[in-house]
């Protein structure tokens, strides 16, 4: 079996459609490592992780899971890896019991005894059929049959969407636990950054095809910082010391890369340290300079 550092390498990777360009991304989650994958919705994620899958064709750039090339190898990749999706690809009509048949002659190593642990865990009935699931239900089958094959890598493709604090919660408790033995990859792609907060070691952050910002979640957070001062205080702010500034009536807000230099340099403003869901936000609006 491939000995890899990197459970996913993009390097360059460019796939161009009409209106829309996945331009030149490159990033790379760590072996046993999660990394959060954000962006707000129609940045990219989407169409990187089915390039990752080779669901769609690149048209230049490198792209290997688990140190194996995306095309050559897709199907020795397939075998080793899960992929969680936003919607549920199983038919309404299978039952949990069906889906374990299926998936036993898919799969060599297919384990229907953690299978059947996992549902009876999320409290899902295998003798019913998906049809009269919730979707959080749904999402939790989703999981459960992700988890019972002895994946190294784990996809998931917005996968906590439109699921209560509660539900979501118990899945990130599931997934620290899959990290556990230290051989395992998450790629979880996401516009809930509360989430990836609590459980990402890393982030990729794409914004219009574009990879802004990538590295460890903490180094990120510690490097940021967001000054606070008056509407009229920002003109006496450097615009290269800033991404972006929000104005309110209350005052203003601008997001800096490079919070020391920033403390350093205006000594009397306040900078607090942002959330990933602010970072994203300014960046999001950086070509606005200023915006509400």
């Known amino acids: 079996m491939t000995e890899y550092e990197n459970a996913i390498e993009i390097k360059n990777v460019t796939k161009k459609y009409d209106g829309f360009t996945l331009d030149d991304i490159s990033f790379t989650v760590a072996k046993g490592s999660i990394m959060g994958f954000i962006g707000q919705n129609g940045a990219g994620k989407t169409t990187t992780i089915r390039s990752l899958l ?26 080793r890896i899960a992929v969680v ?8 009509s299978f039952t949990g019991e069906a889906l374990s048949k299926m ?34 239900m749904k999402m939790k089958m989703q999981i459960a049959t992700a988890l019972s094959h002895n994946a190294e890598l784990l996809i998931m493709d917005e996968a906590t969407t439109g699921l209560d604090p509660i539900v979501r ?77 929000r104005l309110s009536d209350f005052g203003a807000e601008l997001m800096t890369a490079d919070r020391r230099s920033a403390a350093q340099k205006y000594s009397g403003a306040i900078i607090e340290k942002p959330t990933l869901e602010e970072i994203m936000l300014f960046y999001v609006n950086r070509g606005k300079k200023e915006w509400s």
């Open 85 to 92: 999706f936003d919607e549920l690809p199983f038919h309404d």
């Open 103 to 136: 998936f036993s002659g898919l799969y060599g190593t297919w384990d229907k005894d953690e299978f059947f642990r996992l549902c009876d865990r999320f409290g899902l009935p295998v003798k019913k059929k998906l049809s009269k699931f919730s979707k959080g």
């Open 169 to 245: 919660n118990e899945i990130l408790d599931i997934f620290r636990e899959y990290l556990m033995d230290g051989n395992r990859s998450i790629l979880m792609s996401s516009h809930i950054t509360s989430d990836l907060e609590k459980i990402a070691d890393s982030v990729a952050f794409i914004d219009k095809g574009k990879i802004l910002i990538t590295g460890y979640k903490d180094d990120i957070l510690d490097t940021h910082g967001i000054i606070k001062c008056t509407k009229d205080d920002v003109t006496e702010i450097d615009p290269a010391d800033y991404i972006s500034a």
């Open 54 to 79: 080779n669901i769609i064709g690149i048209n230049s750039g490198e792209i290997k899971l688990l140190g194996l090339d995306h095309i050559k190898d897709e199907y020795a990749i397939k075998e």
